[in-house]
T-cell receptor, first 112, second 116 residues
């Protein structure tokens, strides 16, 4: 069975500092990885997908299959980045099943 | 305005009662999902449906039931058999095309269920 681990429940940084939210997964096949974000009083929304290899709001994430990780990074944090971040895994990259397994989330606080 | 709508926003249930949470989408998405969100637990999958008239159990299906009679609608019933139903329930939808990558989900704004 697949599992997603976000080792930090809480992460606090100062504005302008680099930020890295960790995500590790366990799955023997080829997964698809996602980051979702939930800002205060807003709905959960997709931030980025590893397969797109894009940068959204300055965030990037690289899938490291050797380390089974998909850490989310931003070189200079902004106060508006404060939110709950969830890493998620789709176990079937062949496209026959789209269900996602989520980590428990990391609450990021960016202090002024 | 395309999107996914959950209702009601807040729901109070007496012990022993069944309640039904509504989820409707007008995104023409094929697949729909129900998750439960508890503090410190992340999101856990209750049920999902990738096509009309078909659905599968997720990781925590006990005490819940669903139906998928229309593409747009995926109601969740929390039955009296669910031992700890107080939680925040999230509905999501996605495109589903066999053989293609997962494009990710669109989420509703959630329903907070409290047992009184």
């Amino acid at each position: 069975a697949q599992r997603v681990t976000q080792p930090e429940k809480l992460l606090s940084v100062f504005k302008g500092a680099p930020v890295e939210l960790k995500c590790n997964y366990s799955y023997s096949g080829s997964p698809e990885l996602f980051w979702y974000v939930q800002y205060s009083r807003q709905r959960l929304q997709l931030l980025l997908r590893h397969i797109s290899r894009e940068s959204i709001k300055g965030f990037t994430a690289d899938l490291n299959k050797g380390e089974t990780s998909f850490h989310l990074k931003k070189p200079f944090a902004q106060e508006e980045d404060s939110a709950m971040y969830y890493c998620a895994l789709s176990a079937d990259s062949g496209g026959s099943n789209y269900k996602l397994t989520f980590g428990k989330g990391t609450l990021l606080t960016v202090n002024p | 305005d395309g999107g996914i709508t959950q209702s009601p926003k807040y729901l109070f249930r007496k012990e022993g009662q069944n309640v039904t949470l509504s989820c409707e989408q007008n995104l023409n998405h094929d697949a729909m999902y129900w998750y439960r969100q508890d503090p410190g637990q992340g999101l856990r999958l209750i049920y999902y449906s990738q096509i009309v008239n078909d659905f599968q159990k997720g990781d925590i299906a006990e005490g819940y039931s669903v139906s998928r009679e229309k593409k747009e609608s995926f109601p969740l019933t929390v039955t009296s058999a669910q031992k700890n139903p107080t939680a925040f329930y999230l509905c999501a939808s996605s495109i589903f095309r066999t053989g293609e990558s997962n494009y990710g989900y669109t989420f509703g704004s959630g329903t907070r269920l409290t047992v009184v």
